[in-house]
């Protein structure tokens, strides 16, 4: 199985500064057919996850261009430009590459 | 609107059984592979399962290998998990996930918990 590493586990931010949640696969997320299937899931206290990110940087229909995400073959970082209030919650990295698709043990982004 | 709604979840004992439904709404469901995934209280996410969209091809989790099967009925817009000799690691909320263009997690119903207690 893929395993995959999130840094840090927890996050403090101030309101309207950045964040960055950095996300580790042991192997290469590179599919056969050329695409890298790296999401990133947020989850807010008592609701289930939400798809933000898909294919390492496209943002998912509704989601503000606040959140970006980067990276390639094993290394991927998702980018909070400003932290709002409501981005608080778990952020979890997800592989579709291989089965299983696995996911980080998430990071908990709260507010100082 | 893409909806997914649970139900079947409750307390089961050790060994016991359970059948996990999900109803789908808002998309021609017959078009899609459908996944299940869990998290147990206070803890992330974990892979269980997952069937094509026409049923004839499925994958599971080692951790439920043997023990769960996954399901489908295209003509009335349900998936199921069909969970057995349940053990207090099943504990858990089992969610009900589309898997939508590009591999993505794109639509998740609100979970049903899986309580599984003496």
């Known amino acids: 199985d893929i395993v995959m590493t999130q840094t840090p586990l927890s996050s403090p931010v101030t309101l309207g500064q950045p964040a960055s949640i950095s996300c580790r696969s042991s192997?290469?997320?590179?599919?056969?057919?050329?695409?890298?299937?790296l999401s990133w899931l947020h989850q807010r206290p008592g609701q289930p996850p939400r798809l933000l990110i898909y294919k390492i940087s496209n943002r998912f229909s509704g989601v503000p261009d606040r959140f970006s995400g980067s990276g390639a073959g094993t290394d991927f970082t998702l980018k909070i430009s400003r932290v709002e209030a409501e981005d608080v919650g778990v952020y979890y990295c997800?592989?579709?590459?291989?089965?299983?698709?696995?996911f980080g043990q998430g990071t908990k982004v709260e507010i100082k | 609107e893409v909806h997914l709604v649970e139900s079947g979840g409750g307390l089961v004992q050790p060994g016991g059984s359970l059948r996990l439904s999900c109803a789908a709404s808002g998309f021609t469901f017959s078009n899609y592979a459908m996944h299940w995934v869990r998290q147990a209280p206070g803890k992330g996410l974990e892979y269980v399962s997952v069937i094509s969209s026409n049923g004839g091809s499925t994958y599971y989790a080692n951790s439920v290998k043997g023990r769960f099967t996954i399901s489908r009925d295209n003509s009335r817009n349900m998936l199921y998990l069909q969970v057995g000799s349940l053990r207090t690691e099943d504990m858990a909320v089992y969610y009900c996930?589309?898997?939508?263009?590009?591999?993505?997690?794109?639509?998740w119903g609100q979970g049903a918990l899986v309580t599984v207690s003496s």
């Open positions: 997800t592989q579709a590459t291989q089965l299983p698709w696995t």
């Open positions: 192997q290469s997320l590179v599919h056969s057919d050329g695409n890298t299937y």
């Open positions: 996930v589309r898997v939508g263009d590009g591999y993505t997690f794109d639509s």
